[in-house]
């Protein structure tokens, strides 16, 4: 039996104590890095310099001044999307984390699966064959890994939700504008927010409290009194009929989950979740983002990847107007009404939070989907991932945490995912929610040892 690596609250304890030095610890998971990631391909650049010089400077403090630091010698690994001095990293690092590497995403963090012609294949820890999720599969693979036990990603229609769950991970999208953040010139047509990713949810609440300066998060407390749960495990993709199915072990998912919330003495009412009334509404946003992404990168469409150039293509003509920008587009009408329908369809269940499968099936198989063609690309992402995109259009904290468990095709156990789903706001009681989950998660494995 190998030991669990330590969390991100239990590696800056140790730092705080004495018991280990940042630097120490940074070489530890260099260490790890260099045994594991030739597999896994989930960092593109190591950050050994930088790396060294925040250890160093932790490795410097007295007793006094580490027990300040919150996230002291914790390694920390950093999506491709953003840098050091990003104001999402930024107080990471100030808090005492250990920069160690930039980890990988598909080209433009554009599509579900991690990999691309610059950097290859990433590969799920849980299982090589299976992609990690994307865009944030890097993070997540360093993570799953225990190469780190912190990752910083971002999440545009579900890019750190998708490989969160993935690799049986906890994350948090949190609310539009929460954290500060620069992906871009306007986030990804206003969809992208930056987060975390760790093994527990309190690791999740102690980084999202920095990245956002909101001190309160950290400590995860008791639910609110009197929140309602509306759990719907309907495919959220319809066009007259179910077009994407949703596989048993994930429903399967969102009922113990549901199951677990009763026995805390929560209310949890079975109600259908909305559908977008305009089937194209997630596809306009999505490609018009992508399109947006690449000019403000002067990413010509010639220097594309196959799948990628497609989409943005259709960003630029078919859904181009408005699909990511301001105004009384069509694109933005279809969202202002979708948020009305999930708002009425809230008020008339009486509940706070939806929650639904984090995913509809196991993810696909590693393996180079960017030589693809954009429909195969498009149908491996919607065939597994249908329920992240709608907070994105939204713009609310949406969070997944790991509940009950599946096998892959080739017999791995993988674990399932719910996802946790509020109005603007509501990143503190989502983060209540997933510990009691989380809770009764542990419980359940410890009774099967």
């Known amino acids: 039996m190998t030991t669990a690596p330590l969390s991100a609250i239990e590696t800056a304890e140790a730092v705080r104590t004495g018991a280990r030095g940042a630097l120490d610890t940074l070489d530890a998971a260099l260490d790890r890095i260099d045994d594991l990631d030739p597999a896994l391909h989930a960092f593109t650049t190591l950050l050994r310099a930088d790396g060294r010089s925040a250890g160093a400077a932790v490795d410097a403090r007295t007793v006094d001044e580490r027990a300040g630091l919150p996230l002291a010698g914790v390694p920390l690994a950093i999506k491709s999307t953003v840098t050091l001095d990003n104001p999402v990293v930024a107080p990471l690092v100030a808090a005492g984390a250990v920069p160690v590497g930039i980890t990988a995403a598909p080209q433009l963090c554009t599509w579900g699966m991690t990999d691309s012609d610059a950097h290859g294949i990433t590969r799920n820890p849980l299982d090589v064959s299976l992609t990690p999720g994307g865009s944030s599969g890097g993070s997540a693979a360093a993570v799953a890994s225990g190469m780190v036990p912190l990752a910083v990603g971002d999440d545009g229609m579900g890019s750190l939700r998708i490989p969160a769950a993935a690799c049986g991970l906890a994350t948090i999208k949190p609310g539009r504008g929460v954290v500060p953040t620069r992906l871009g010139r306007d986030n990804w047509g206003y969809l992208a927010e930056s987060g975390p990713l760790a093994r527990t949810v309190a690791?999740?609440?102690?980084?999202?409290?920095?990245?956002?300066?909101?001190?309160?998060?950290?400590?995860?407390?008791?639910?609110?009194?009197?929140?309602?749960?509306?759990?719907?495990?309907?495919?959220?993709?319809?066009?007259?009929?179910?077009?994407?199915?949703?596989?048993?072990?994930?429903?399967?998912?969102?009922?113990?989950?549901?199951?677990?919330?009763?026995?805390?003495?929560?209310?949890?009412?079975?109600?259908?979740?909305?559908?977008?009334?305009?089937?194209?509404?997630?596809?306009?946003?999505?490609?018009?983002?992508?399109?947006?992404?690449?000019?403000?990168?002067?990413?010509?469409?010639?220097?594309?990847?196959?799948?990628?150039?497609?989409?943005?293509?259709?960003?630029?003509?078919?859904?181009?107007?408005?699909?990511?920008?301001?105004?009384?587009?069509?694109?933005?009408?279809?969202?202002?009404?979708?948020?009305?329908?999930?708002?009425?369809?809230?008020?008339?269940?009486?509940?706070?939070?939806?929650?639904?499968?984090?995913?509809?099936?196991?993810?696909?198989?590693?393996?180079?989907?960017?030589?693809?063609?954009?429909?195969?690309?498009?149908?491996?992402?919607?065939q597994f991932s249908p329920f992240t995109p709608l907070a994105n259009v939204l713009g609310w904290p949406a969070a997944t945490v790991p509940c009950g468990v599946t096998h892959t095709p080739l017999g791995r156990r993988l674990p399932t995912s719910v996802q946790l789903m509020g109005r603007p706001g509501s990143e503190a009681t989502l983060l209540a929610l997933a510990a009691v989950i989380e809770r009764n998660d542990d419980d359940d494995k410890a009774d099967t040892r």
């Open 203 to 382: 690791d999740v609440a102690l980084a999202l409290s920095l990245m956002a300066n909101r001190p309160e998060l950290a400590d995860v407390g008791e639910v609110p009194d009197g929140t309602r749960i509306g759990v719907s495990t309907d495919s959220p993709i319809r066009l007259g009929r179910d077009l994407v199915r949703v596989h048993e072990p994930w429903k399967r998912a969102a009922r113990e989950a549901a199951d677990r919330l009763r026995g805390d003495g929560l209310v949890v009412v079975d109600t259908p979740l909305p559908a977008p009334r305009d089937p194209f509404l997630y596809l306009a946003r999505w490609t018009s983002a992508v399109a947006r992404a690449a000019e403000e990168e002067n990413l010509p469409l010639s220097a594309m990847e196959r799948r990628t150039r497609h989409h943005a293509l259709l960003g630029r003509t078919l859904f181009r107007r408005g699909g990511a920008g301001d105004g009384a587009t069509r694109w933005n009408r279809a969202a202002e009404v979708l948020r009305v329908d999930i708002t009425a369809a809230m008020e008339t269940a009486g509940v706070d939070v939806w929650l639904t499968p984090a995913l509809a099936n196991v993810p696909p198989e590693a393996t180079d989907w960017h030589r693809r063609s954009w429909g195969r690309s498009m149908w491996a992402s919607m």
